[in-house]
């Protein structure tokens, strides 16, 4: 990415109380590194994003990039992929994430139809699709509103059309629920964090982020519509899931 990053330190200090996880101008300048360190195969996941489209979308089709961050999804397909290959819409509700991706978007691929709107994923009016793409974004929103939304994606998607979900996930296992959580700090250990920064990010994200079962993704994909879904990635507790629409 073209735009200045800066290493994460957000939760490197003592904090007296420390405060819910938002996507604010302090993570949008840290965000490329924050993910790098805390998201296990977020890059593996990115690179299929392009190979998945060239094997699923209508060539021109419409994708939407929902929880679009900085853009890093809608980048990967614009490295990819031809510029008339598709059309997207990136959508955020951070105005930092949204003013930032624009920018970056703008200078790394001028070819490409991409638009980056600010805006609420569950009150969206949506168009007809070839590809949704929910790269870590289902976990933050509250549990009552995720089969909603699932449900409004499976009608917008045309026949053939395929939805990314990517998601940080439970073991309905407790013991090997904790191996995973446990080998995941150490994973962030190996990154450079500390116990102080493991521990209040922790307690930053909690109630904030909320991760489901990967039984309980796929349940919830079949009541939206999908007639099949699989996991087609996991490392440790981040996993990736397809799931398609009938022809």
């Known amino acids: 990415m073209s735009d200045a990053s800066y290493r994460d330190a957000i939760f490197s200090t003592p904090l007296d109380r420390v405060a819910r996880f938002s996507f604010d101008e302090r993570v949008v300048a840290c965000f490329p590194d924050m993910i790098r360190r805390s998201v296990p195969g977020y890059g593996q996941i990115l690179g299929m994003l392009g190979l998945i489209a060239g094997r699923h979308l209508r060539h021109g089709a419409h994708v939407y990039d929902l929880g679009c961050s900085l853009g890093a999804a809608s980048l990967a397909l614009a490295g990819q992929l031809p510029a008339d290959a598709f059309r997207l819409t990136a959508v955020d509700i951070s105005p930092a994430m949204v003013a930032r991706a624009r920018e970056t978007l703008a200078a790394e691929c001028p070819e490409h139809a991409i638009e980056v709107i600010e805006g609420d994923i569950r009150t969206l009016d949506y168009r007809q699709s070839g590809m949704a793409i929910l790269n870590f974004t289902l976990q933050f929103l509250?549990?009552?509103?995720?089969?909603?939304?699932?449900?409004?994606?499976?009608?917008?998607?045309?026949?053939?059309?395929?939805?990314?979900?990517?998601?940080?996930?439970?073991?309905?296992?407790?013991?090997?629920?904790?191996?995973?959580?446990?080998?995941?700090?150490?994973?962030?250990?190996?990154?450079?964090?500390?116990?102080?920064?493991?521990?209040?990010?922790?307690?930053?994200?909690?109630?904030?982020l909320v991760p489901d079962t990967l039984e309980a993704h796929h349940a919830r994909l079949a009541r939206a519509g999908f007639s099949r879904s699989l996991t087609w990635f996991q490392y440790l507790n981040f996993a990736s899931l397809i799931a398609f629409k009938e022809a």
């Open 142 to 208: 509250p549990p009552e509103d995720r089969e909603a939304l699932l449900a409004r994606l499976y009608t917008a998607l045309e026949p053939g059309g395929v939805l990314v979900l990517s998601e940080k996930v439970v073991d309905p296992d407790e013991r090997d629920n904790a191996w995973r959580v446990e080998r995941y700090h150490d994973f962030k250990r190996a990154n450079g964090y500390s116990e102080l920064e493991i521990s209040q990010k922790r307690t930053a994200l909690e109630n904030v």
